[in-house]
């Protein structure tokens, strides 16, 4: 058998009439960029999130900085961001003139820990970003209070975490903006690249919006410099269709996580590996296991036809991209145990019972 990581092709087979439909609307009516069909996406997903304001952009990246663009972030200021997240958390800082500081994990949640923000914070700290990782999400009502109390702004970084949610409520309201990206592999993935942000404060929306067309809101008669970064409207069609299954595919996930969770806890209950942690507002984007000596297994899984991954080898403050903030090892503990222990195996909606019962079976012979 062979089983990737995530199947885009199986999963274009359930939703193929539609997708195609909507694909050949967006060509008879040429509405390439923004237009009707992106329009009509901001207003599904701002519903879909319970926000006021939703903005799409041309990929998650560009959300992360056009969020902090509309919350009034300049070039010196502060935005701490947790030690293990994929690069694009960091690079969205910078590329506004930011400095990032980076905040530990804890390792059972794997986002960012409260108490080590608290410990990062300078009065020249503007804000805090939240990364959902793996599509569990992070403590957002202790990171609150703590944005509170230092009036600093809070963004959550919701790539990964497409109707997640916590206390029943859904990620992506729990913070002064929040971003998404619809990459392909995400769980509300695009036939390309887009991403969103959304947010309650009207002000802050439109500066996003100009933010990411050129900084105008009329043709011309530009009020500053921006960047391009529209969502095209193919992609707003496609995720129409898409995000009407978001809640299903979510269950999906959560219901293989279960028979992963069943069919593992011996191995797990003798050490062999740490399973991710049982929260019910868990989307799985990822399913991430822990062990130390994980080449061996991941290499044998390779052999067996199992498309488990590394999700991330290294923690951000490892990274060459980041040697000039001067970090050493052992600074961010939790997040560099988890780069080094973590393993993703195979999740995604349409995985059949036959292809998970594979993947366990072979996880299983492994440690045999
Ligand atoms: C995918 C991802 C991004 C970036 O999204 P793109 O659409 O690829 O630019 C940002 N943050 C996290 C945590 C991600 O997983």
Not at 302 to 327: C, F, Q
Request: net charge negative; with cysteine; hydrophobic share 40%.
């Amino acid at each position: 058998m062979n089983i990737p990581l995530v199947d885009l092709k199986a999963q274009y087979q359930t939703i193929k009439p539609e997708i195609d439909q909507a694909i050949a609307d967006v060509i008879a009516k040429t509405a390439f960029i923004s237009g009707p069909f992106a329009k009509k996406f901001e207003e599904e997903f701002a519903a879909y999130l319970g926000r006021k304001c939703c903005i799409a952009v041309g990929n998650g990246t560009d959300a992360i900085s056009a969020a902090m663009y509309g919350l009034d972030l300049k070039p010196g200021d502060e935005v701490i961001i947790p030690a293990k997240t994929f690069i694009a958390t960091g690079e969205a800082v910078s590329l506004l003139g930011g400095r990032i500081v980076f905040a530990d994990i804890d390792p059972v949640s794997r986002n960012i820990d409260p108490a080590e923000v608290e410990k990062v914070i300078t009065p020249k700290t503007k804000g805090i970003i939240a990364v959902h990782l793996y599509g569990r999400p992070a403590d957002m009502p202790a990171l609150r209070k703590i944005a509170d109390a230092h009036g600093l702004w809070l963004v959550e970084d919701s790539a990964q975490a497409h109707g997640a949610t916590i206390d029943g409520k859904t990620v992506g309201a729990f913070s002064d903006a929040a971003t998404f990206s619809f990459y392909p592999g995400k769980n509300l993935g695009a036939y390309g690249d887009a991403g969103a942000v959304v947010t309650d404060d009207a002000d802050a929306a439109e500066k996003i919006r100009m933010w990411a067309n050129h900084g105008r809101l009329a043709k011309y008669g530009h009020l500053f410099e921006g960047t391009n970064s529209r969502m095209d409207g193919l992609q707003g069609a496609i995720l129409s269709v898409k995000l009407k299954k978001v809640d299903e595919w979510r269950q999906a996930r959560r219901d293989i996580a279960d028979v992963y969770r069943a069919k593992l806890a011996d191995l797990a209950e003798a050490g062999k590996f740490t399973l991710p942690e049982d929260h019910p507002g868990h989307v799985y984007h990822l399913f991430v296991i822990e062990l130390d000596d994980r080449e061996a297994l991941l290499k044998h899984l390779k052999e067996n036809g199992v498309g488990a991954s590394i999700h991330y080898p290294d923690a951000l403050p490892r990274l060459k991209a980041y040697e000039y903030l001067g970090h050493k090892p052992g600074d961010f503990p939790y997040a560099e145990a988890l780069a080094a222990r973590c393993l993703s195996l195979p999740i995604y909606p349409e995985l059949t019972g036959e292809q998970i019962d594979y993947v366990v079976d072979q996880v299983q012979a492994y440690f045999k």
